[in-house]
C-alpha cells in the first residue's frame, strides 16, 4: 500500500521555496478499504516485468493517486477528485467527479471518505497569501462524491501544506510558513472523527521544512531539508525525525538522523524506512543526484543508513509489491528495485511513460499511475514468473545490472482517421523518448 505525495502546481512564489516548484507536497500513504469488493485477487509474484495495460486521461495534470476496492481516485491540478471504475484494466473509466477543490494534491481514501490536502495561491490587490489544508470527500456514492469537511490550516499568510497520513480518525500534515527571512514548520495532528468539523489537536514545532510523513505504531517519521534563504538553495543536510505520538496532545521527540540531502517522500512498511532524493538543475532541468536511501530503523537508539541505489531522472513516490520497492520518476516512469537484501538494492525493471510520473499505487498485480499531463497508466507489473529471468542476475558481487533499453517510436503527421496518414504531407518519426535505464543509450 502507500505512499505519498505532491502539488505540481501548487504555488510559485518568490518567497516560498523552490520545495514548491517541482511539487511542495508529498505522500506518505494510500490506506486500502476494504469496505468495497474487490475483483483484483491475482497477486504480484516471480520477478517484475512492467508493462502498460491502458491509460486514461484527464484535464490538466494528474497529480495522485489512491486505490480503493474496484475504484481509483485520482485528482488533478484543476482542482477535481475524479472515481475511476478499474475492473477492466484495458478499459478503465470514469465514473464520478467532486469538483471545487482547488489546488487538490495528495488524496489518501479511507473507509467511505478520500482526504485531499491542498496549498491555494490567492492574489488580492498585488499580495500573495495562500490558503490550506485537506478536504474530505465523502465517496459512498461512486456516481456523486460530495465534500463534506474542511480543515483549513492556514489563511492570509504564506503557509503550505506537504506531507498527509490518515491513521484511524486521526490526520497528520507537515506544514510551513516561509518568508525571506526563514519559516517555521509543524507538525499538526488533527481529530478528523466529525467528518464535518475535523479540528486541531497539537501542533509541534520542527527545524527546516518537512515533507513526507509516515506514522506507524505510535511513531511518526518525518523526512526534513533545510533551506539557505540568502543563497537560495537547498543545503547539503537532511534529516530523519521521529517523534513518539502516542499521547495525540503532546508528540515527543525521540530521534533525529543525518541523511542524504533533498529528501522527498518517504515510506516506512517495516523495519526499514525507504527515503527517495533527487536535485534539479536550474539550468536544464533535469534531475541528478537520484537515489532511493534505506535506513534501517529496526532500533531507533541506533539508526543507520543499510544501503542505497542510484535512481535515473528523478526518484519521486514509492509503493512495494513483494521484494521490491517501486519508485515513480519525475521523467515519467517507474522504477524496480530488489530490495531483498537491503545493502545491496539493485535495479531489476523499469517502465517509460510519456507523462511525468508524479505518483505509483500498487493493487495486487498492477500499478496506478498519475501521469501528469497523461493522465491515469494503469501498468501490469509481473507476468506471474516463477523463475529467475533476464532482468538480473543476484549472485552479481558488485550488484551492476544491464537492463534492456526500451524504444519509444512516435508517428506524427496529418491523419485521415485511425493510423492512415495523408498523402503527400510530411510523417515525421521521433524516438525522442526511446530510454535505456543504464543512462548509456545514445540517440541516432
Known amino acids: 500500500m502507500i505512499n505519498r505525495k505532491l502539488t505540481v502546481i501548487i504555488i510559485i512564489l518568490a518567497i516560498i521555496s523552490s520545495l514548491c516548484i517541482t511539487s511542495g507536497c508529498y505522500k506518505s500513504l494510500i490506506i486500502e478499504d476494504k469496505s468495497e469488493e474487490n475483483n483484483d485477487t491475482t497477486e504480484f ?26 475504484y481509483a481516485y485520482l485528482t488533478n491540478d484543476l482542482g477535481v477528485l475524479y472515481v475511476i471504475d478499474i475492473r477492466n484494466k484495458e478499459n478503465p473509466s470514469i465514473v464520478g467527479k467532486c469538483k471545487g477543490i482547488d489546488s487538490a494534491n495528495i488524496v489518501i481514501v479511507k473507509d467511505n471518505y478520500a482526504y485531499i490536502s491542498y496549498t491555494e495561491l490567492i492574489v488580492d490587490d498585488n499580495e500573495n497569501y495562500t490558503a490550506c489544508g485537506f478536504y474530505i470527500v465523502d465517496i459512498k456514492e461512486k456516481e456523486d462524491p460530495k465534500l463534506v469537511g474542511n480543515y483549513n490550516a492556514g489563511e492570509n499568510n504564506i503557509k503550505s501544506v506537504y506531507g498527509l497520513f490518515i491513521e484511524d480518525d486521526y490526520a497528520y500534515i507537515n506544514t510551513a510558513v516561509e518568508d525571506d527571512n526563514g519559516g517555521i514548520s509543524k507538525l499538526e495532528v488533527v481529530d478528523v472523527s466529525i467528518k464535518e468539523k475535523p479540528k486541531s489537536v497539537s501542533e509541534y514545532e520542527v ?36 517523534l513518539d505520538v502516542k499521547d495525540k496532545e503532546n508528540p515527543k521527540f525521540l530521534n533525529l538522523y543525518k541523511i542524504p540531502s533533498n529528501s522527498w517522500s518517504i515510506y516506512v512498511p517495516g523495519n526499514y524506512a525507504y527515503i527517495s532524493s533527487s536535485k534539479q538543475d536550474k539550468e536544464t532541468e533535469k534531475y541528478n543526484e537520484s537515489i532511493l536511501q534505506i535506513v534501517d530503523i529496526s532500533e531507533l537508539s541506533d539508526i543507520k543508513i543499510s544501503g542505497s541505489c542510484e535512481i535515473p531522472d528523478g526518484a519521486w513516490e514509492m509503493d512495494s509489491a513483494g521484494n521490491f520497492i517501486y519508485i515513480s520518476s519525475l521523467s515519467g516512469g517507474i522504477y524496480a528495485v530488489d530490495v531483498a537484501d537491503s545493502s545491496k538494492p539493485v535495479i531489476v525493471d523499469s517502465l517509460k511513460t510519456s507523462g511525468s510520473s508524479y505518483d505509483i499505487t500498487i493493487k495486487g498485480n498492477y500499478g ?24 538480473y542476475n543476484g549472485s552479481d558481487q558488485d550488484g551492476d545490472v544491464n537492463l534492456p533499453p526500451e524504444a519509444i517510436i512516435e508517428v506524427m503527421g496529418d491523419k485521415l482517421s485511425g493510423d492512415y496518414f495523408q498523402i503527400k504531407n510530411p510523417v515525421y518519426f521521433s524516438a525522442e523518448k526511446a530510454f535505456d535505464p543504464d543512462g548509456v543509450f545514445m540517440l541516432t
Open 45 to 70: 509474484s516471480g520477478v517484475p516485468d512492467s508493462c502498460l495495460t491502458s491509460k486514461l486521461k484527464v484535464p490538466g495534470q494528474a497529480i495522485d493517486v489512491d486505490i480503493s476496492g474496484n
Open 368 to 391: 496506478y499511475i498519475a501521469d501528469g499531463f497523461e493522465g491515469l497508466a494503469v501498468v501490469k507489473l509481473s507476468d506471474q514468473a516463477v523463475e529467475e529471468e533476464k532482468l
Open 207 to 242: 527545524d527546516g521544512l518537512p515533507s513526507g510523513i509516515w506514522v506507524k505504531d505510535d511513531l511518526t517519521y518525518i523526512n526534513i531539508n533545510f533551506y539557505d534563504y540568502e543563497k537560495k538553495e537547498y543545503t547539503e543536510d537532511s534529516k530523519l525525525l521521529i
